[in-house]
């Protein structure tokens, strides 16, 4: 369909999800977590960064787990000092999960310089490229991801 690879949307796709799995697997193996592990803790960085909360539904749907697997994985996450279940401002019967990974952490550190590389990598787009960037990959999510 395309006569360059270098225009093919689809191969510059494989080249992302190449690149983001061996990222993946680099920060598994640094800070020996699990997959589901390293998307709850991107999850929450990135609440904490936009000021959202995250409830252990949302863990829940994101990962497409049991209820049962979320609560066994927020212990455990828990335990090891990533996380702390908190209540939740207005709703008395709900909780909300946190990290509380400290500031100058290694597993802060490697989770911000993962993000960086994204940052980075698209901050010279001009808006109108960043939108259309933004737009494709919200129509990946939603033809890719599992229907809610």
């Known amino acids: 369909m395309y006569a360059d690879t270098r225009s093919d949307p689809l191969h510059a796709l494989l080249g992302l999800e190449a690149a983001l799995a061996g990222e993946e697997r680099e920060l598994r193996g640094i800070l020996n977590l ?3 592990d390293i998307v709850v803790l991107r999850l929450l960085l990135a609440a904490e960064q936009a000021g959202d909360l995250v ?7 994101t ?4 209820t049962a697997a979320t609560t066994a994985l927020i212990d455990r996450l828990e335990t090891r000092g990533y996380l702390a279940r908190r209540p939740h401002e207005s709703d008395r019967r709900s909780i909300r999960v946190t990290a509380t990974i400290p500031d100058d952490s290694p ?5 911000a310089t993962s993000r960086g590389h994204r940052a980075d990598a698209l901050d010279g787009l001009p808006p109108e490229q960043r939108d259309a960037v933004a737009s494709a990959f919200r129509r990946l999510s939603d033809a890719i991801g599992p229907s809610e």
Do not use: C, Q
């Open 34 to 36: 699990g997959a589901n």
């Open 55 to 61: 409830r252990p539904s949302e863990i829940s749907r």
């Open 107 to 111: 597993v802060r550190a490697a989770f």
């Open 63 to 66: 990962l497409a787990i049991s």
